[in-house]
Structure formats: C-alpha cells, structure tokens
C-alpha cells in the first residue's frame, strides 16, 4: 500500500528513467494542492480535472484496497497506447502516461482519500504541467 510521498516518487521515477527522462522531487507545495482537491471531491468523487496551475492526473478505485500505486500503475499502464513517432495516442487514452514522463515536470505532489462505499480518490499534480499539444513528451533518442 502506497503510504508515504516517496512511495509516489519512487514510482513515478522508475517510469521516467525507462525513457531517459530526468527524476522529479515531491514538492509539500504541490502535494497541499493535490490535498486540497482530493479533499473538495471527498464528497462526490467526481472525475472532474481541478483546472489548476499544474499537471494533473486522477484515479478512482472502488475497493478498499486501492491505493495510490494502483492509480500510478494504471496511468503507466497506459504506455504501449503511446507513439511516440507520431506522438499520438493510438487505441486509447495515454495522457497520464505522459504527463508522468513529461521532460519539464520536475515537481510531484499527490494525494488519496476515502469516499462513499469505501472507495477512494487519488490525485498527483504535476509542476509545470505537460501535455502540449504538439509537443512530445520526451526526446526520441533515448528510446
């Protein structure tokens, strides 16, 4: 079960070295954001984007066991559904995906909290953001 901040890092790290990206750092900044968000959508578990200054993925998981590393493998998950010649999405959703490896997000912060039905909502932000149109997430040489 995903308890700490670095297990969020560690995660996501991991992911990022894969395509010769850089690590990023937790950031107590970005996390109260990511906080506060998951706390506003407690009440509805809404899978509604807070719109806010930075990156931002969301999970939901209705079982008590859903942790944080489910959401981060879920959005990883997602990594064959990118191409990265074409920097498309080909068969599916991969915006978490890269948003995760994004070359210029270098701050994480993330946060999982119960609702209704012992479901649970997680949330990481990303700073700065990602997700360009028309840019690609990382450089191609290293893949």
Not at 77 to 85: D, G, V
Not at 109 to 130: E, M
Request: with cysteine; net charge positive; proline share 6%.
């Amino acid at each position: 079960m995903l308890k700490t901040p670095s297990d969020y890092l560690t995660l996501h790290n991991r992911i990022r070295v894969q395509v010769g990206v850089g690590p990023m750092q937790w950031s107590n900044t970005v996390a109260a954001y990511a906080q506060a968000y998951a706390e506003k959508r407690k009440g509805d578990c809404a899978m509604i984007h807070s719109t806010g200054p930075y990156g931002e993925n969301i999970a939901t998981g209705f079982y008590p066991e859903c942790t944080g590393v489910d959401a981060v493998k879920l959005w990883a998950n997602e990594k064959p559904l990118y191409n990265h010649a074409s920097n498309k999405c080909v068969g599916g959703e991969c915006g978490h995906y890269t948003q995760m490896v994004w070359r210029s997000s270098v701050r994480l912060g993330c946060a999982r909290v119960p609702y209704k039905g012992n479901s649970q909502f997680v949330v990481c932000n990303y700073d700065p953001p990602g997700n360009y149109i028309g840019e690609k997430p990382y450089d191609s040489s290293v893949v």
